[in-house]
């Protein structure tokens, strides 16, 4: 089962362990920074993309799950869209 831990926010998340090929997370740490993202952002940014161009998750679950932010964090999940 995984681990379950509430956000600042109050919004349940999961936390998920991933072993990256060696130089993969200075890489994802590297396109992070320039966006001015954490690594945690951009990799959840980039799996939500990957998920509704492939057809495994529908535009209107991600939007979904945007609504149950407040209107800061929409603001902030907007500039990093």
Known sequence: MPY???APA???TEKFVVRLPDGMRERIAAV???HRHSM???IVAWLERS???DGVLEQQQ?????ELLNA???LLLQRFR
């Open 32 to 34: 992070a920074r320039s």
């Open 40 to 42: 945690n952002t951009e």
């Open 10 to 12: 109050g919004i349940p």
């Open 62 to 66: 991600v939007d979904a799950d945007d």
């Open 72 to 74: 800061s964090e929409q």
């Open 51 to 53: 998920l509704v161009q």
């Open 4 to 6: 379950v831990h509430r």
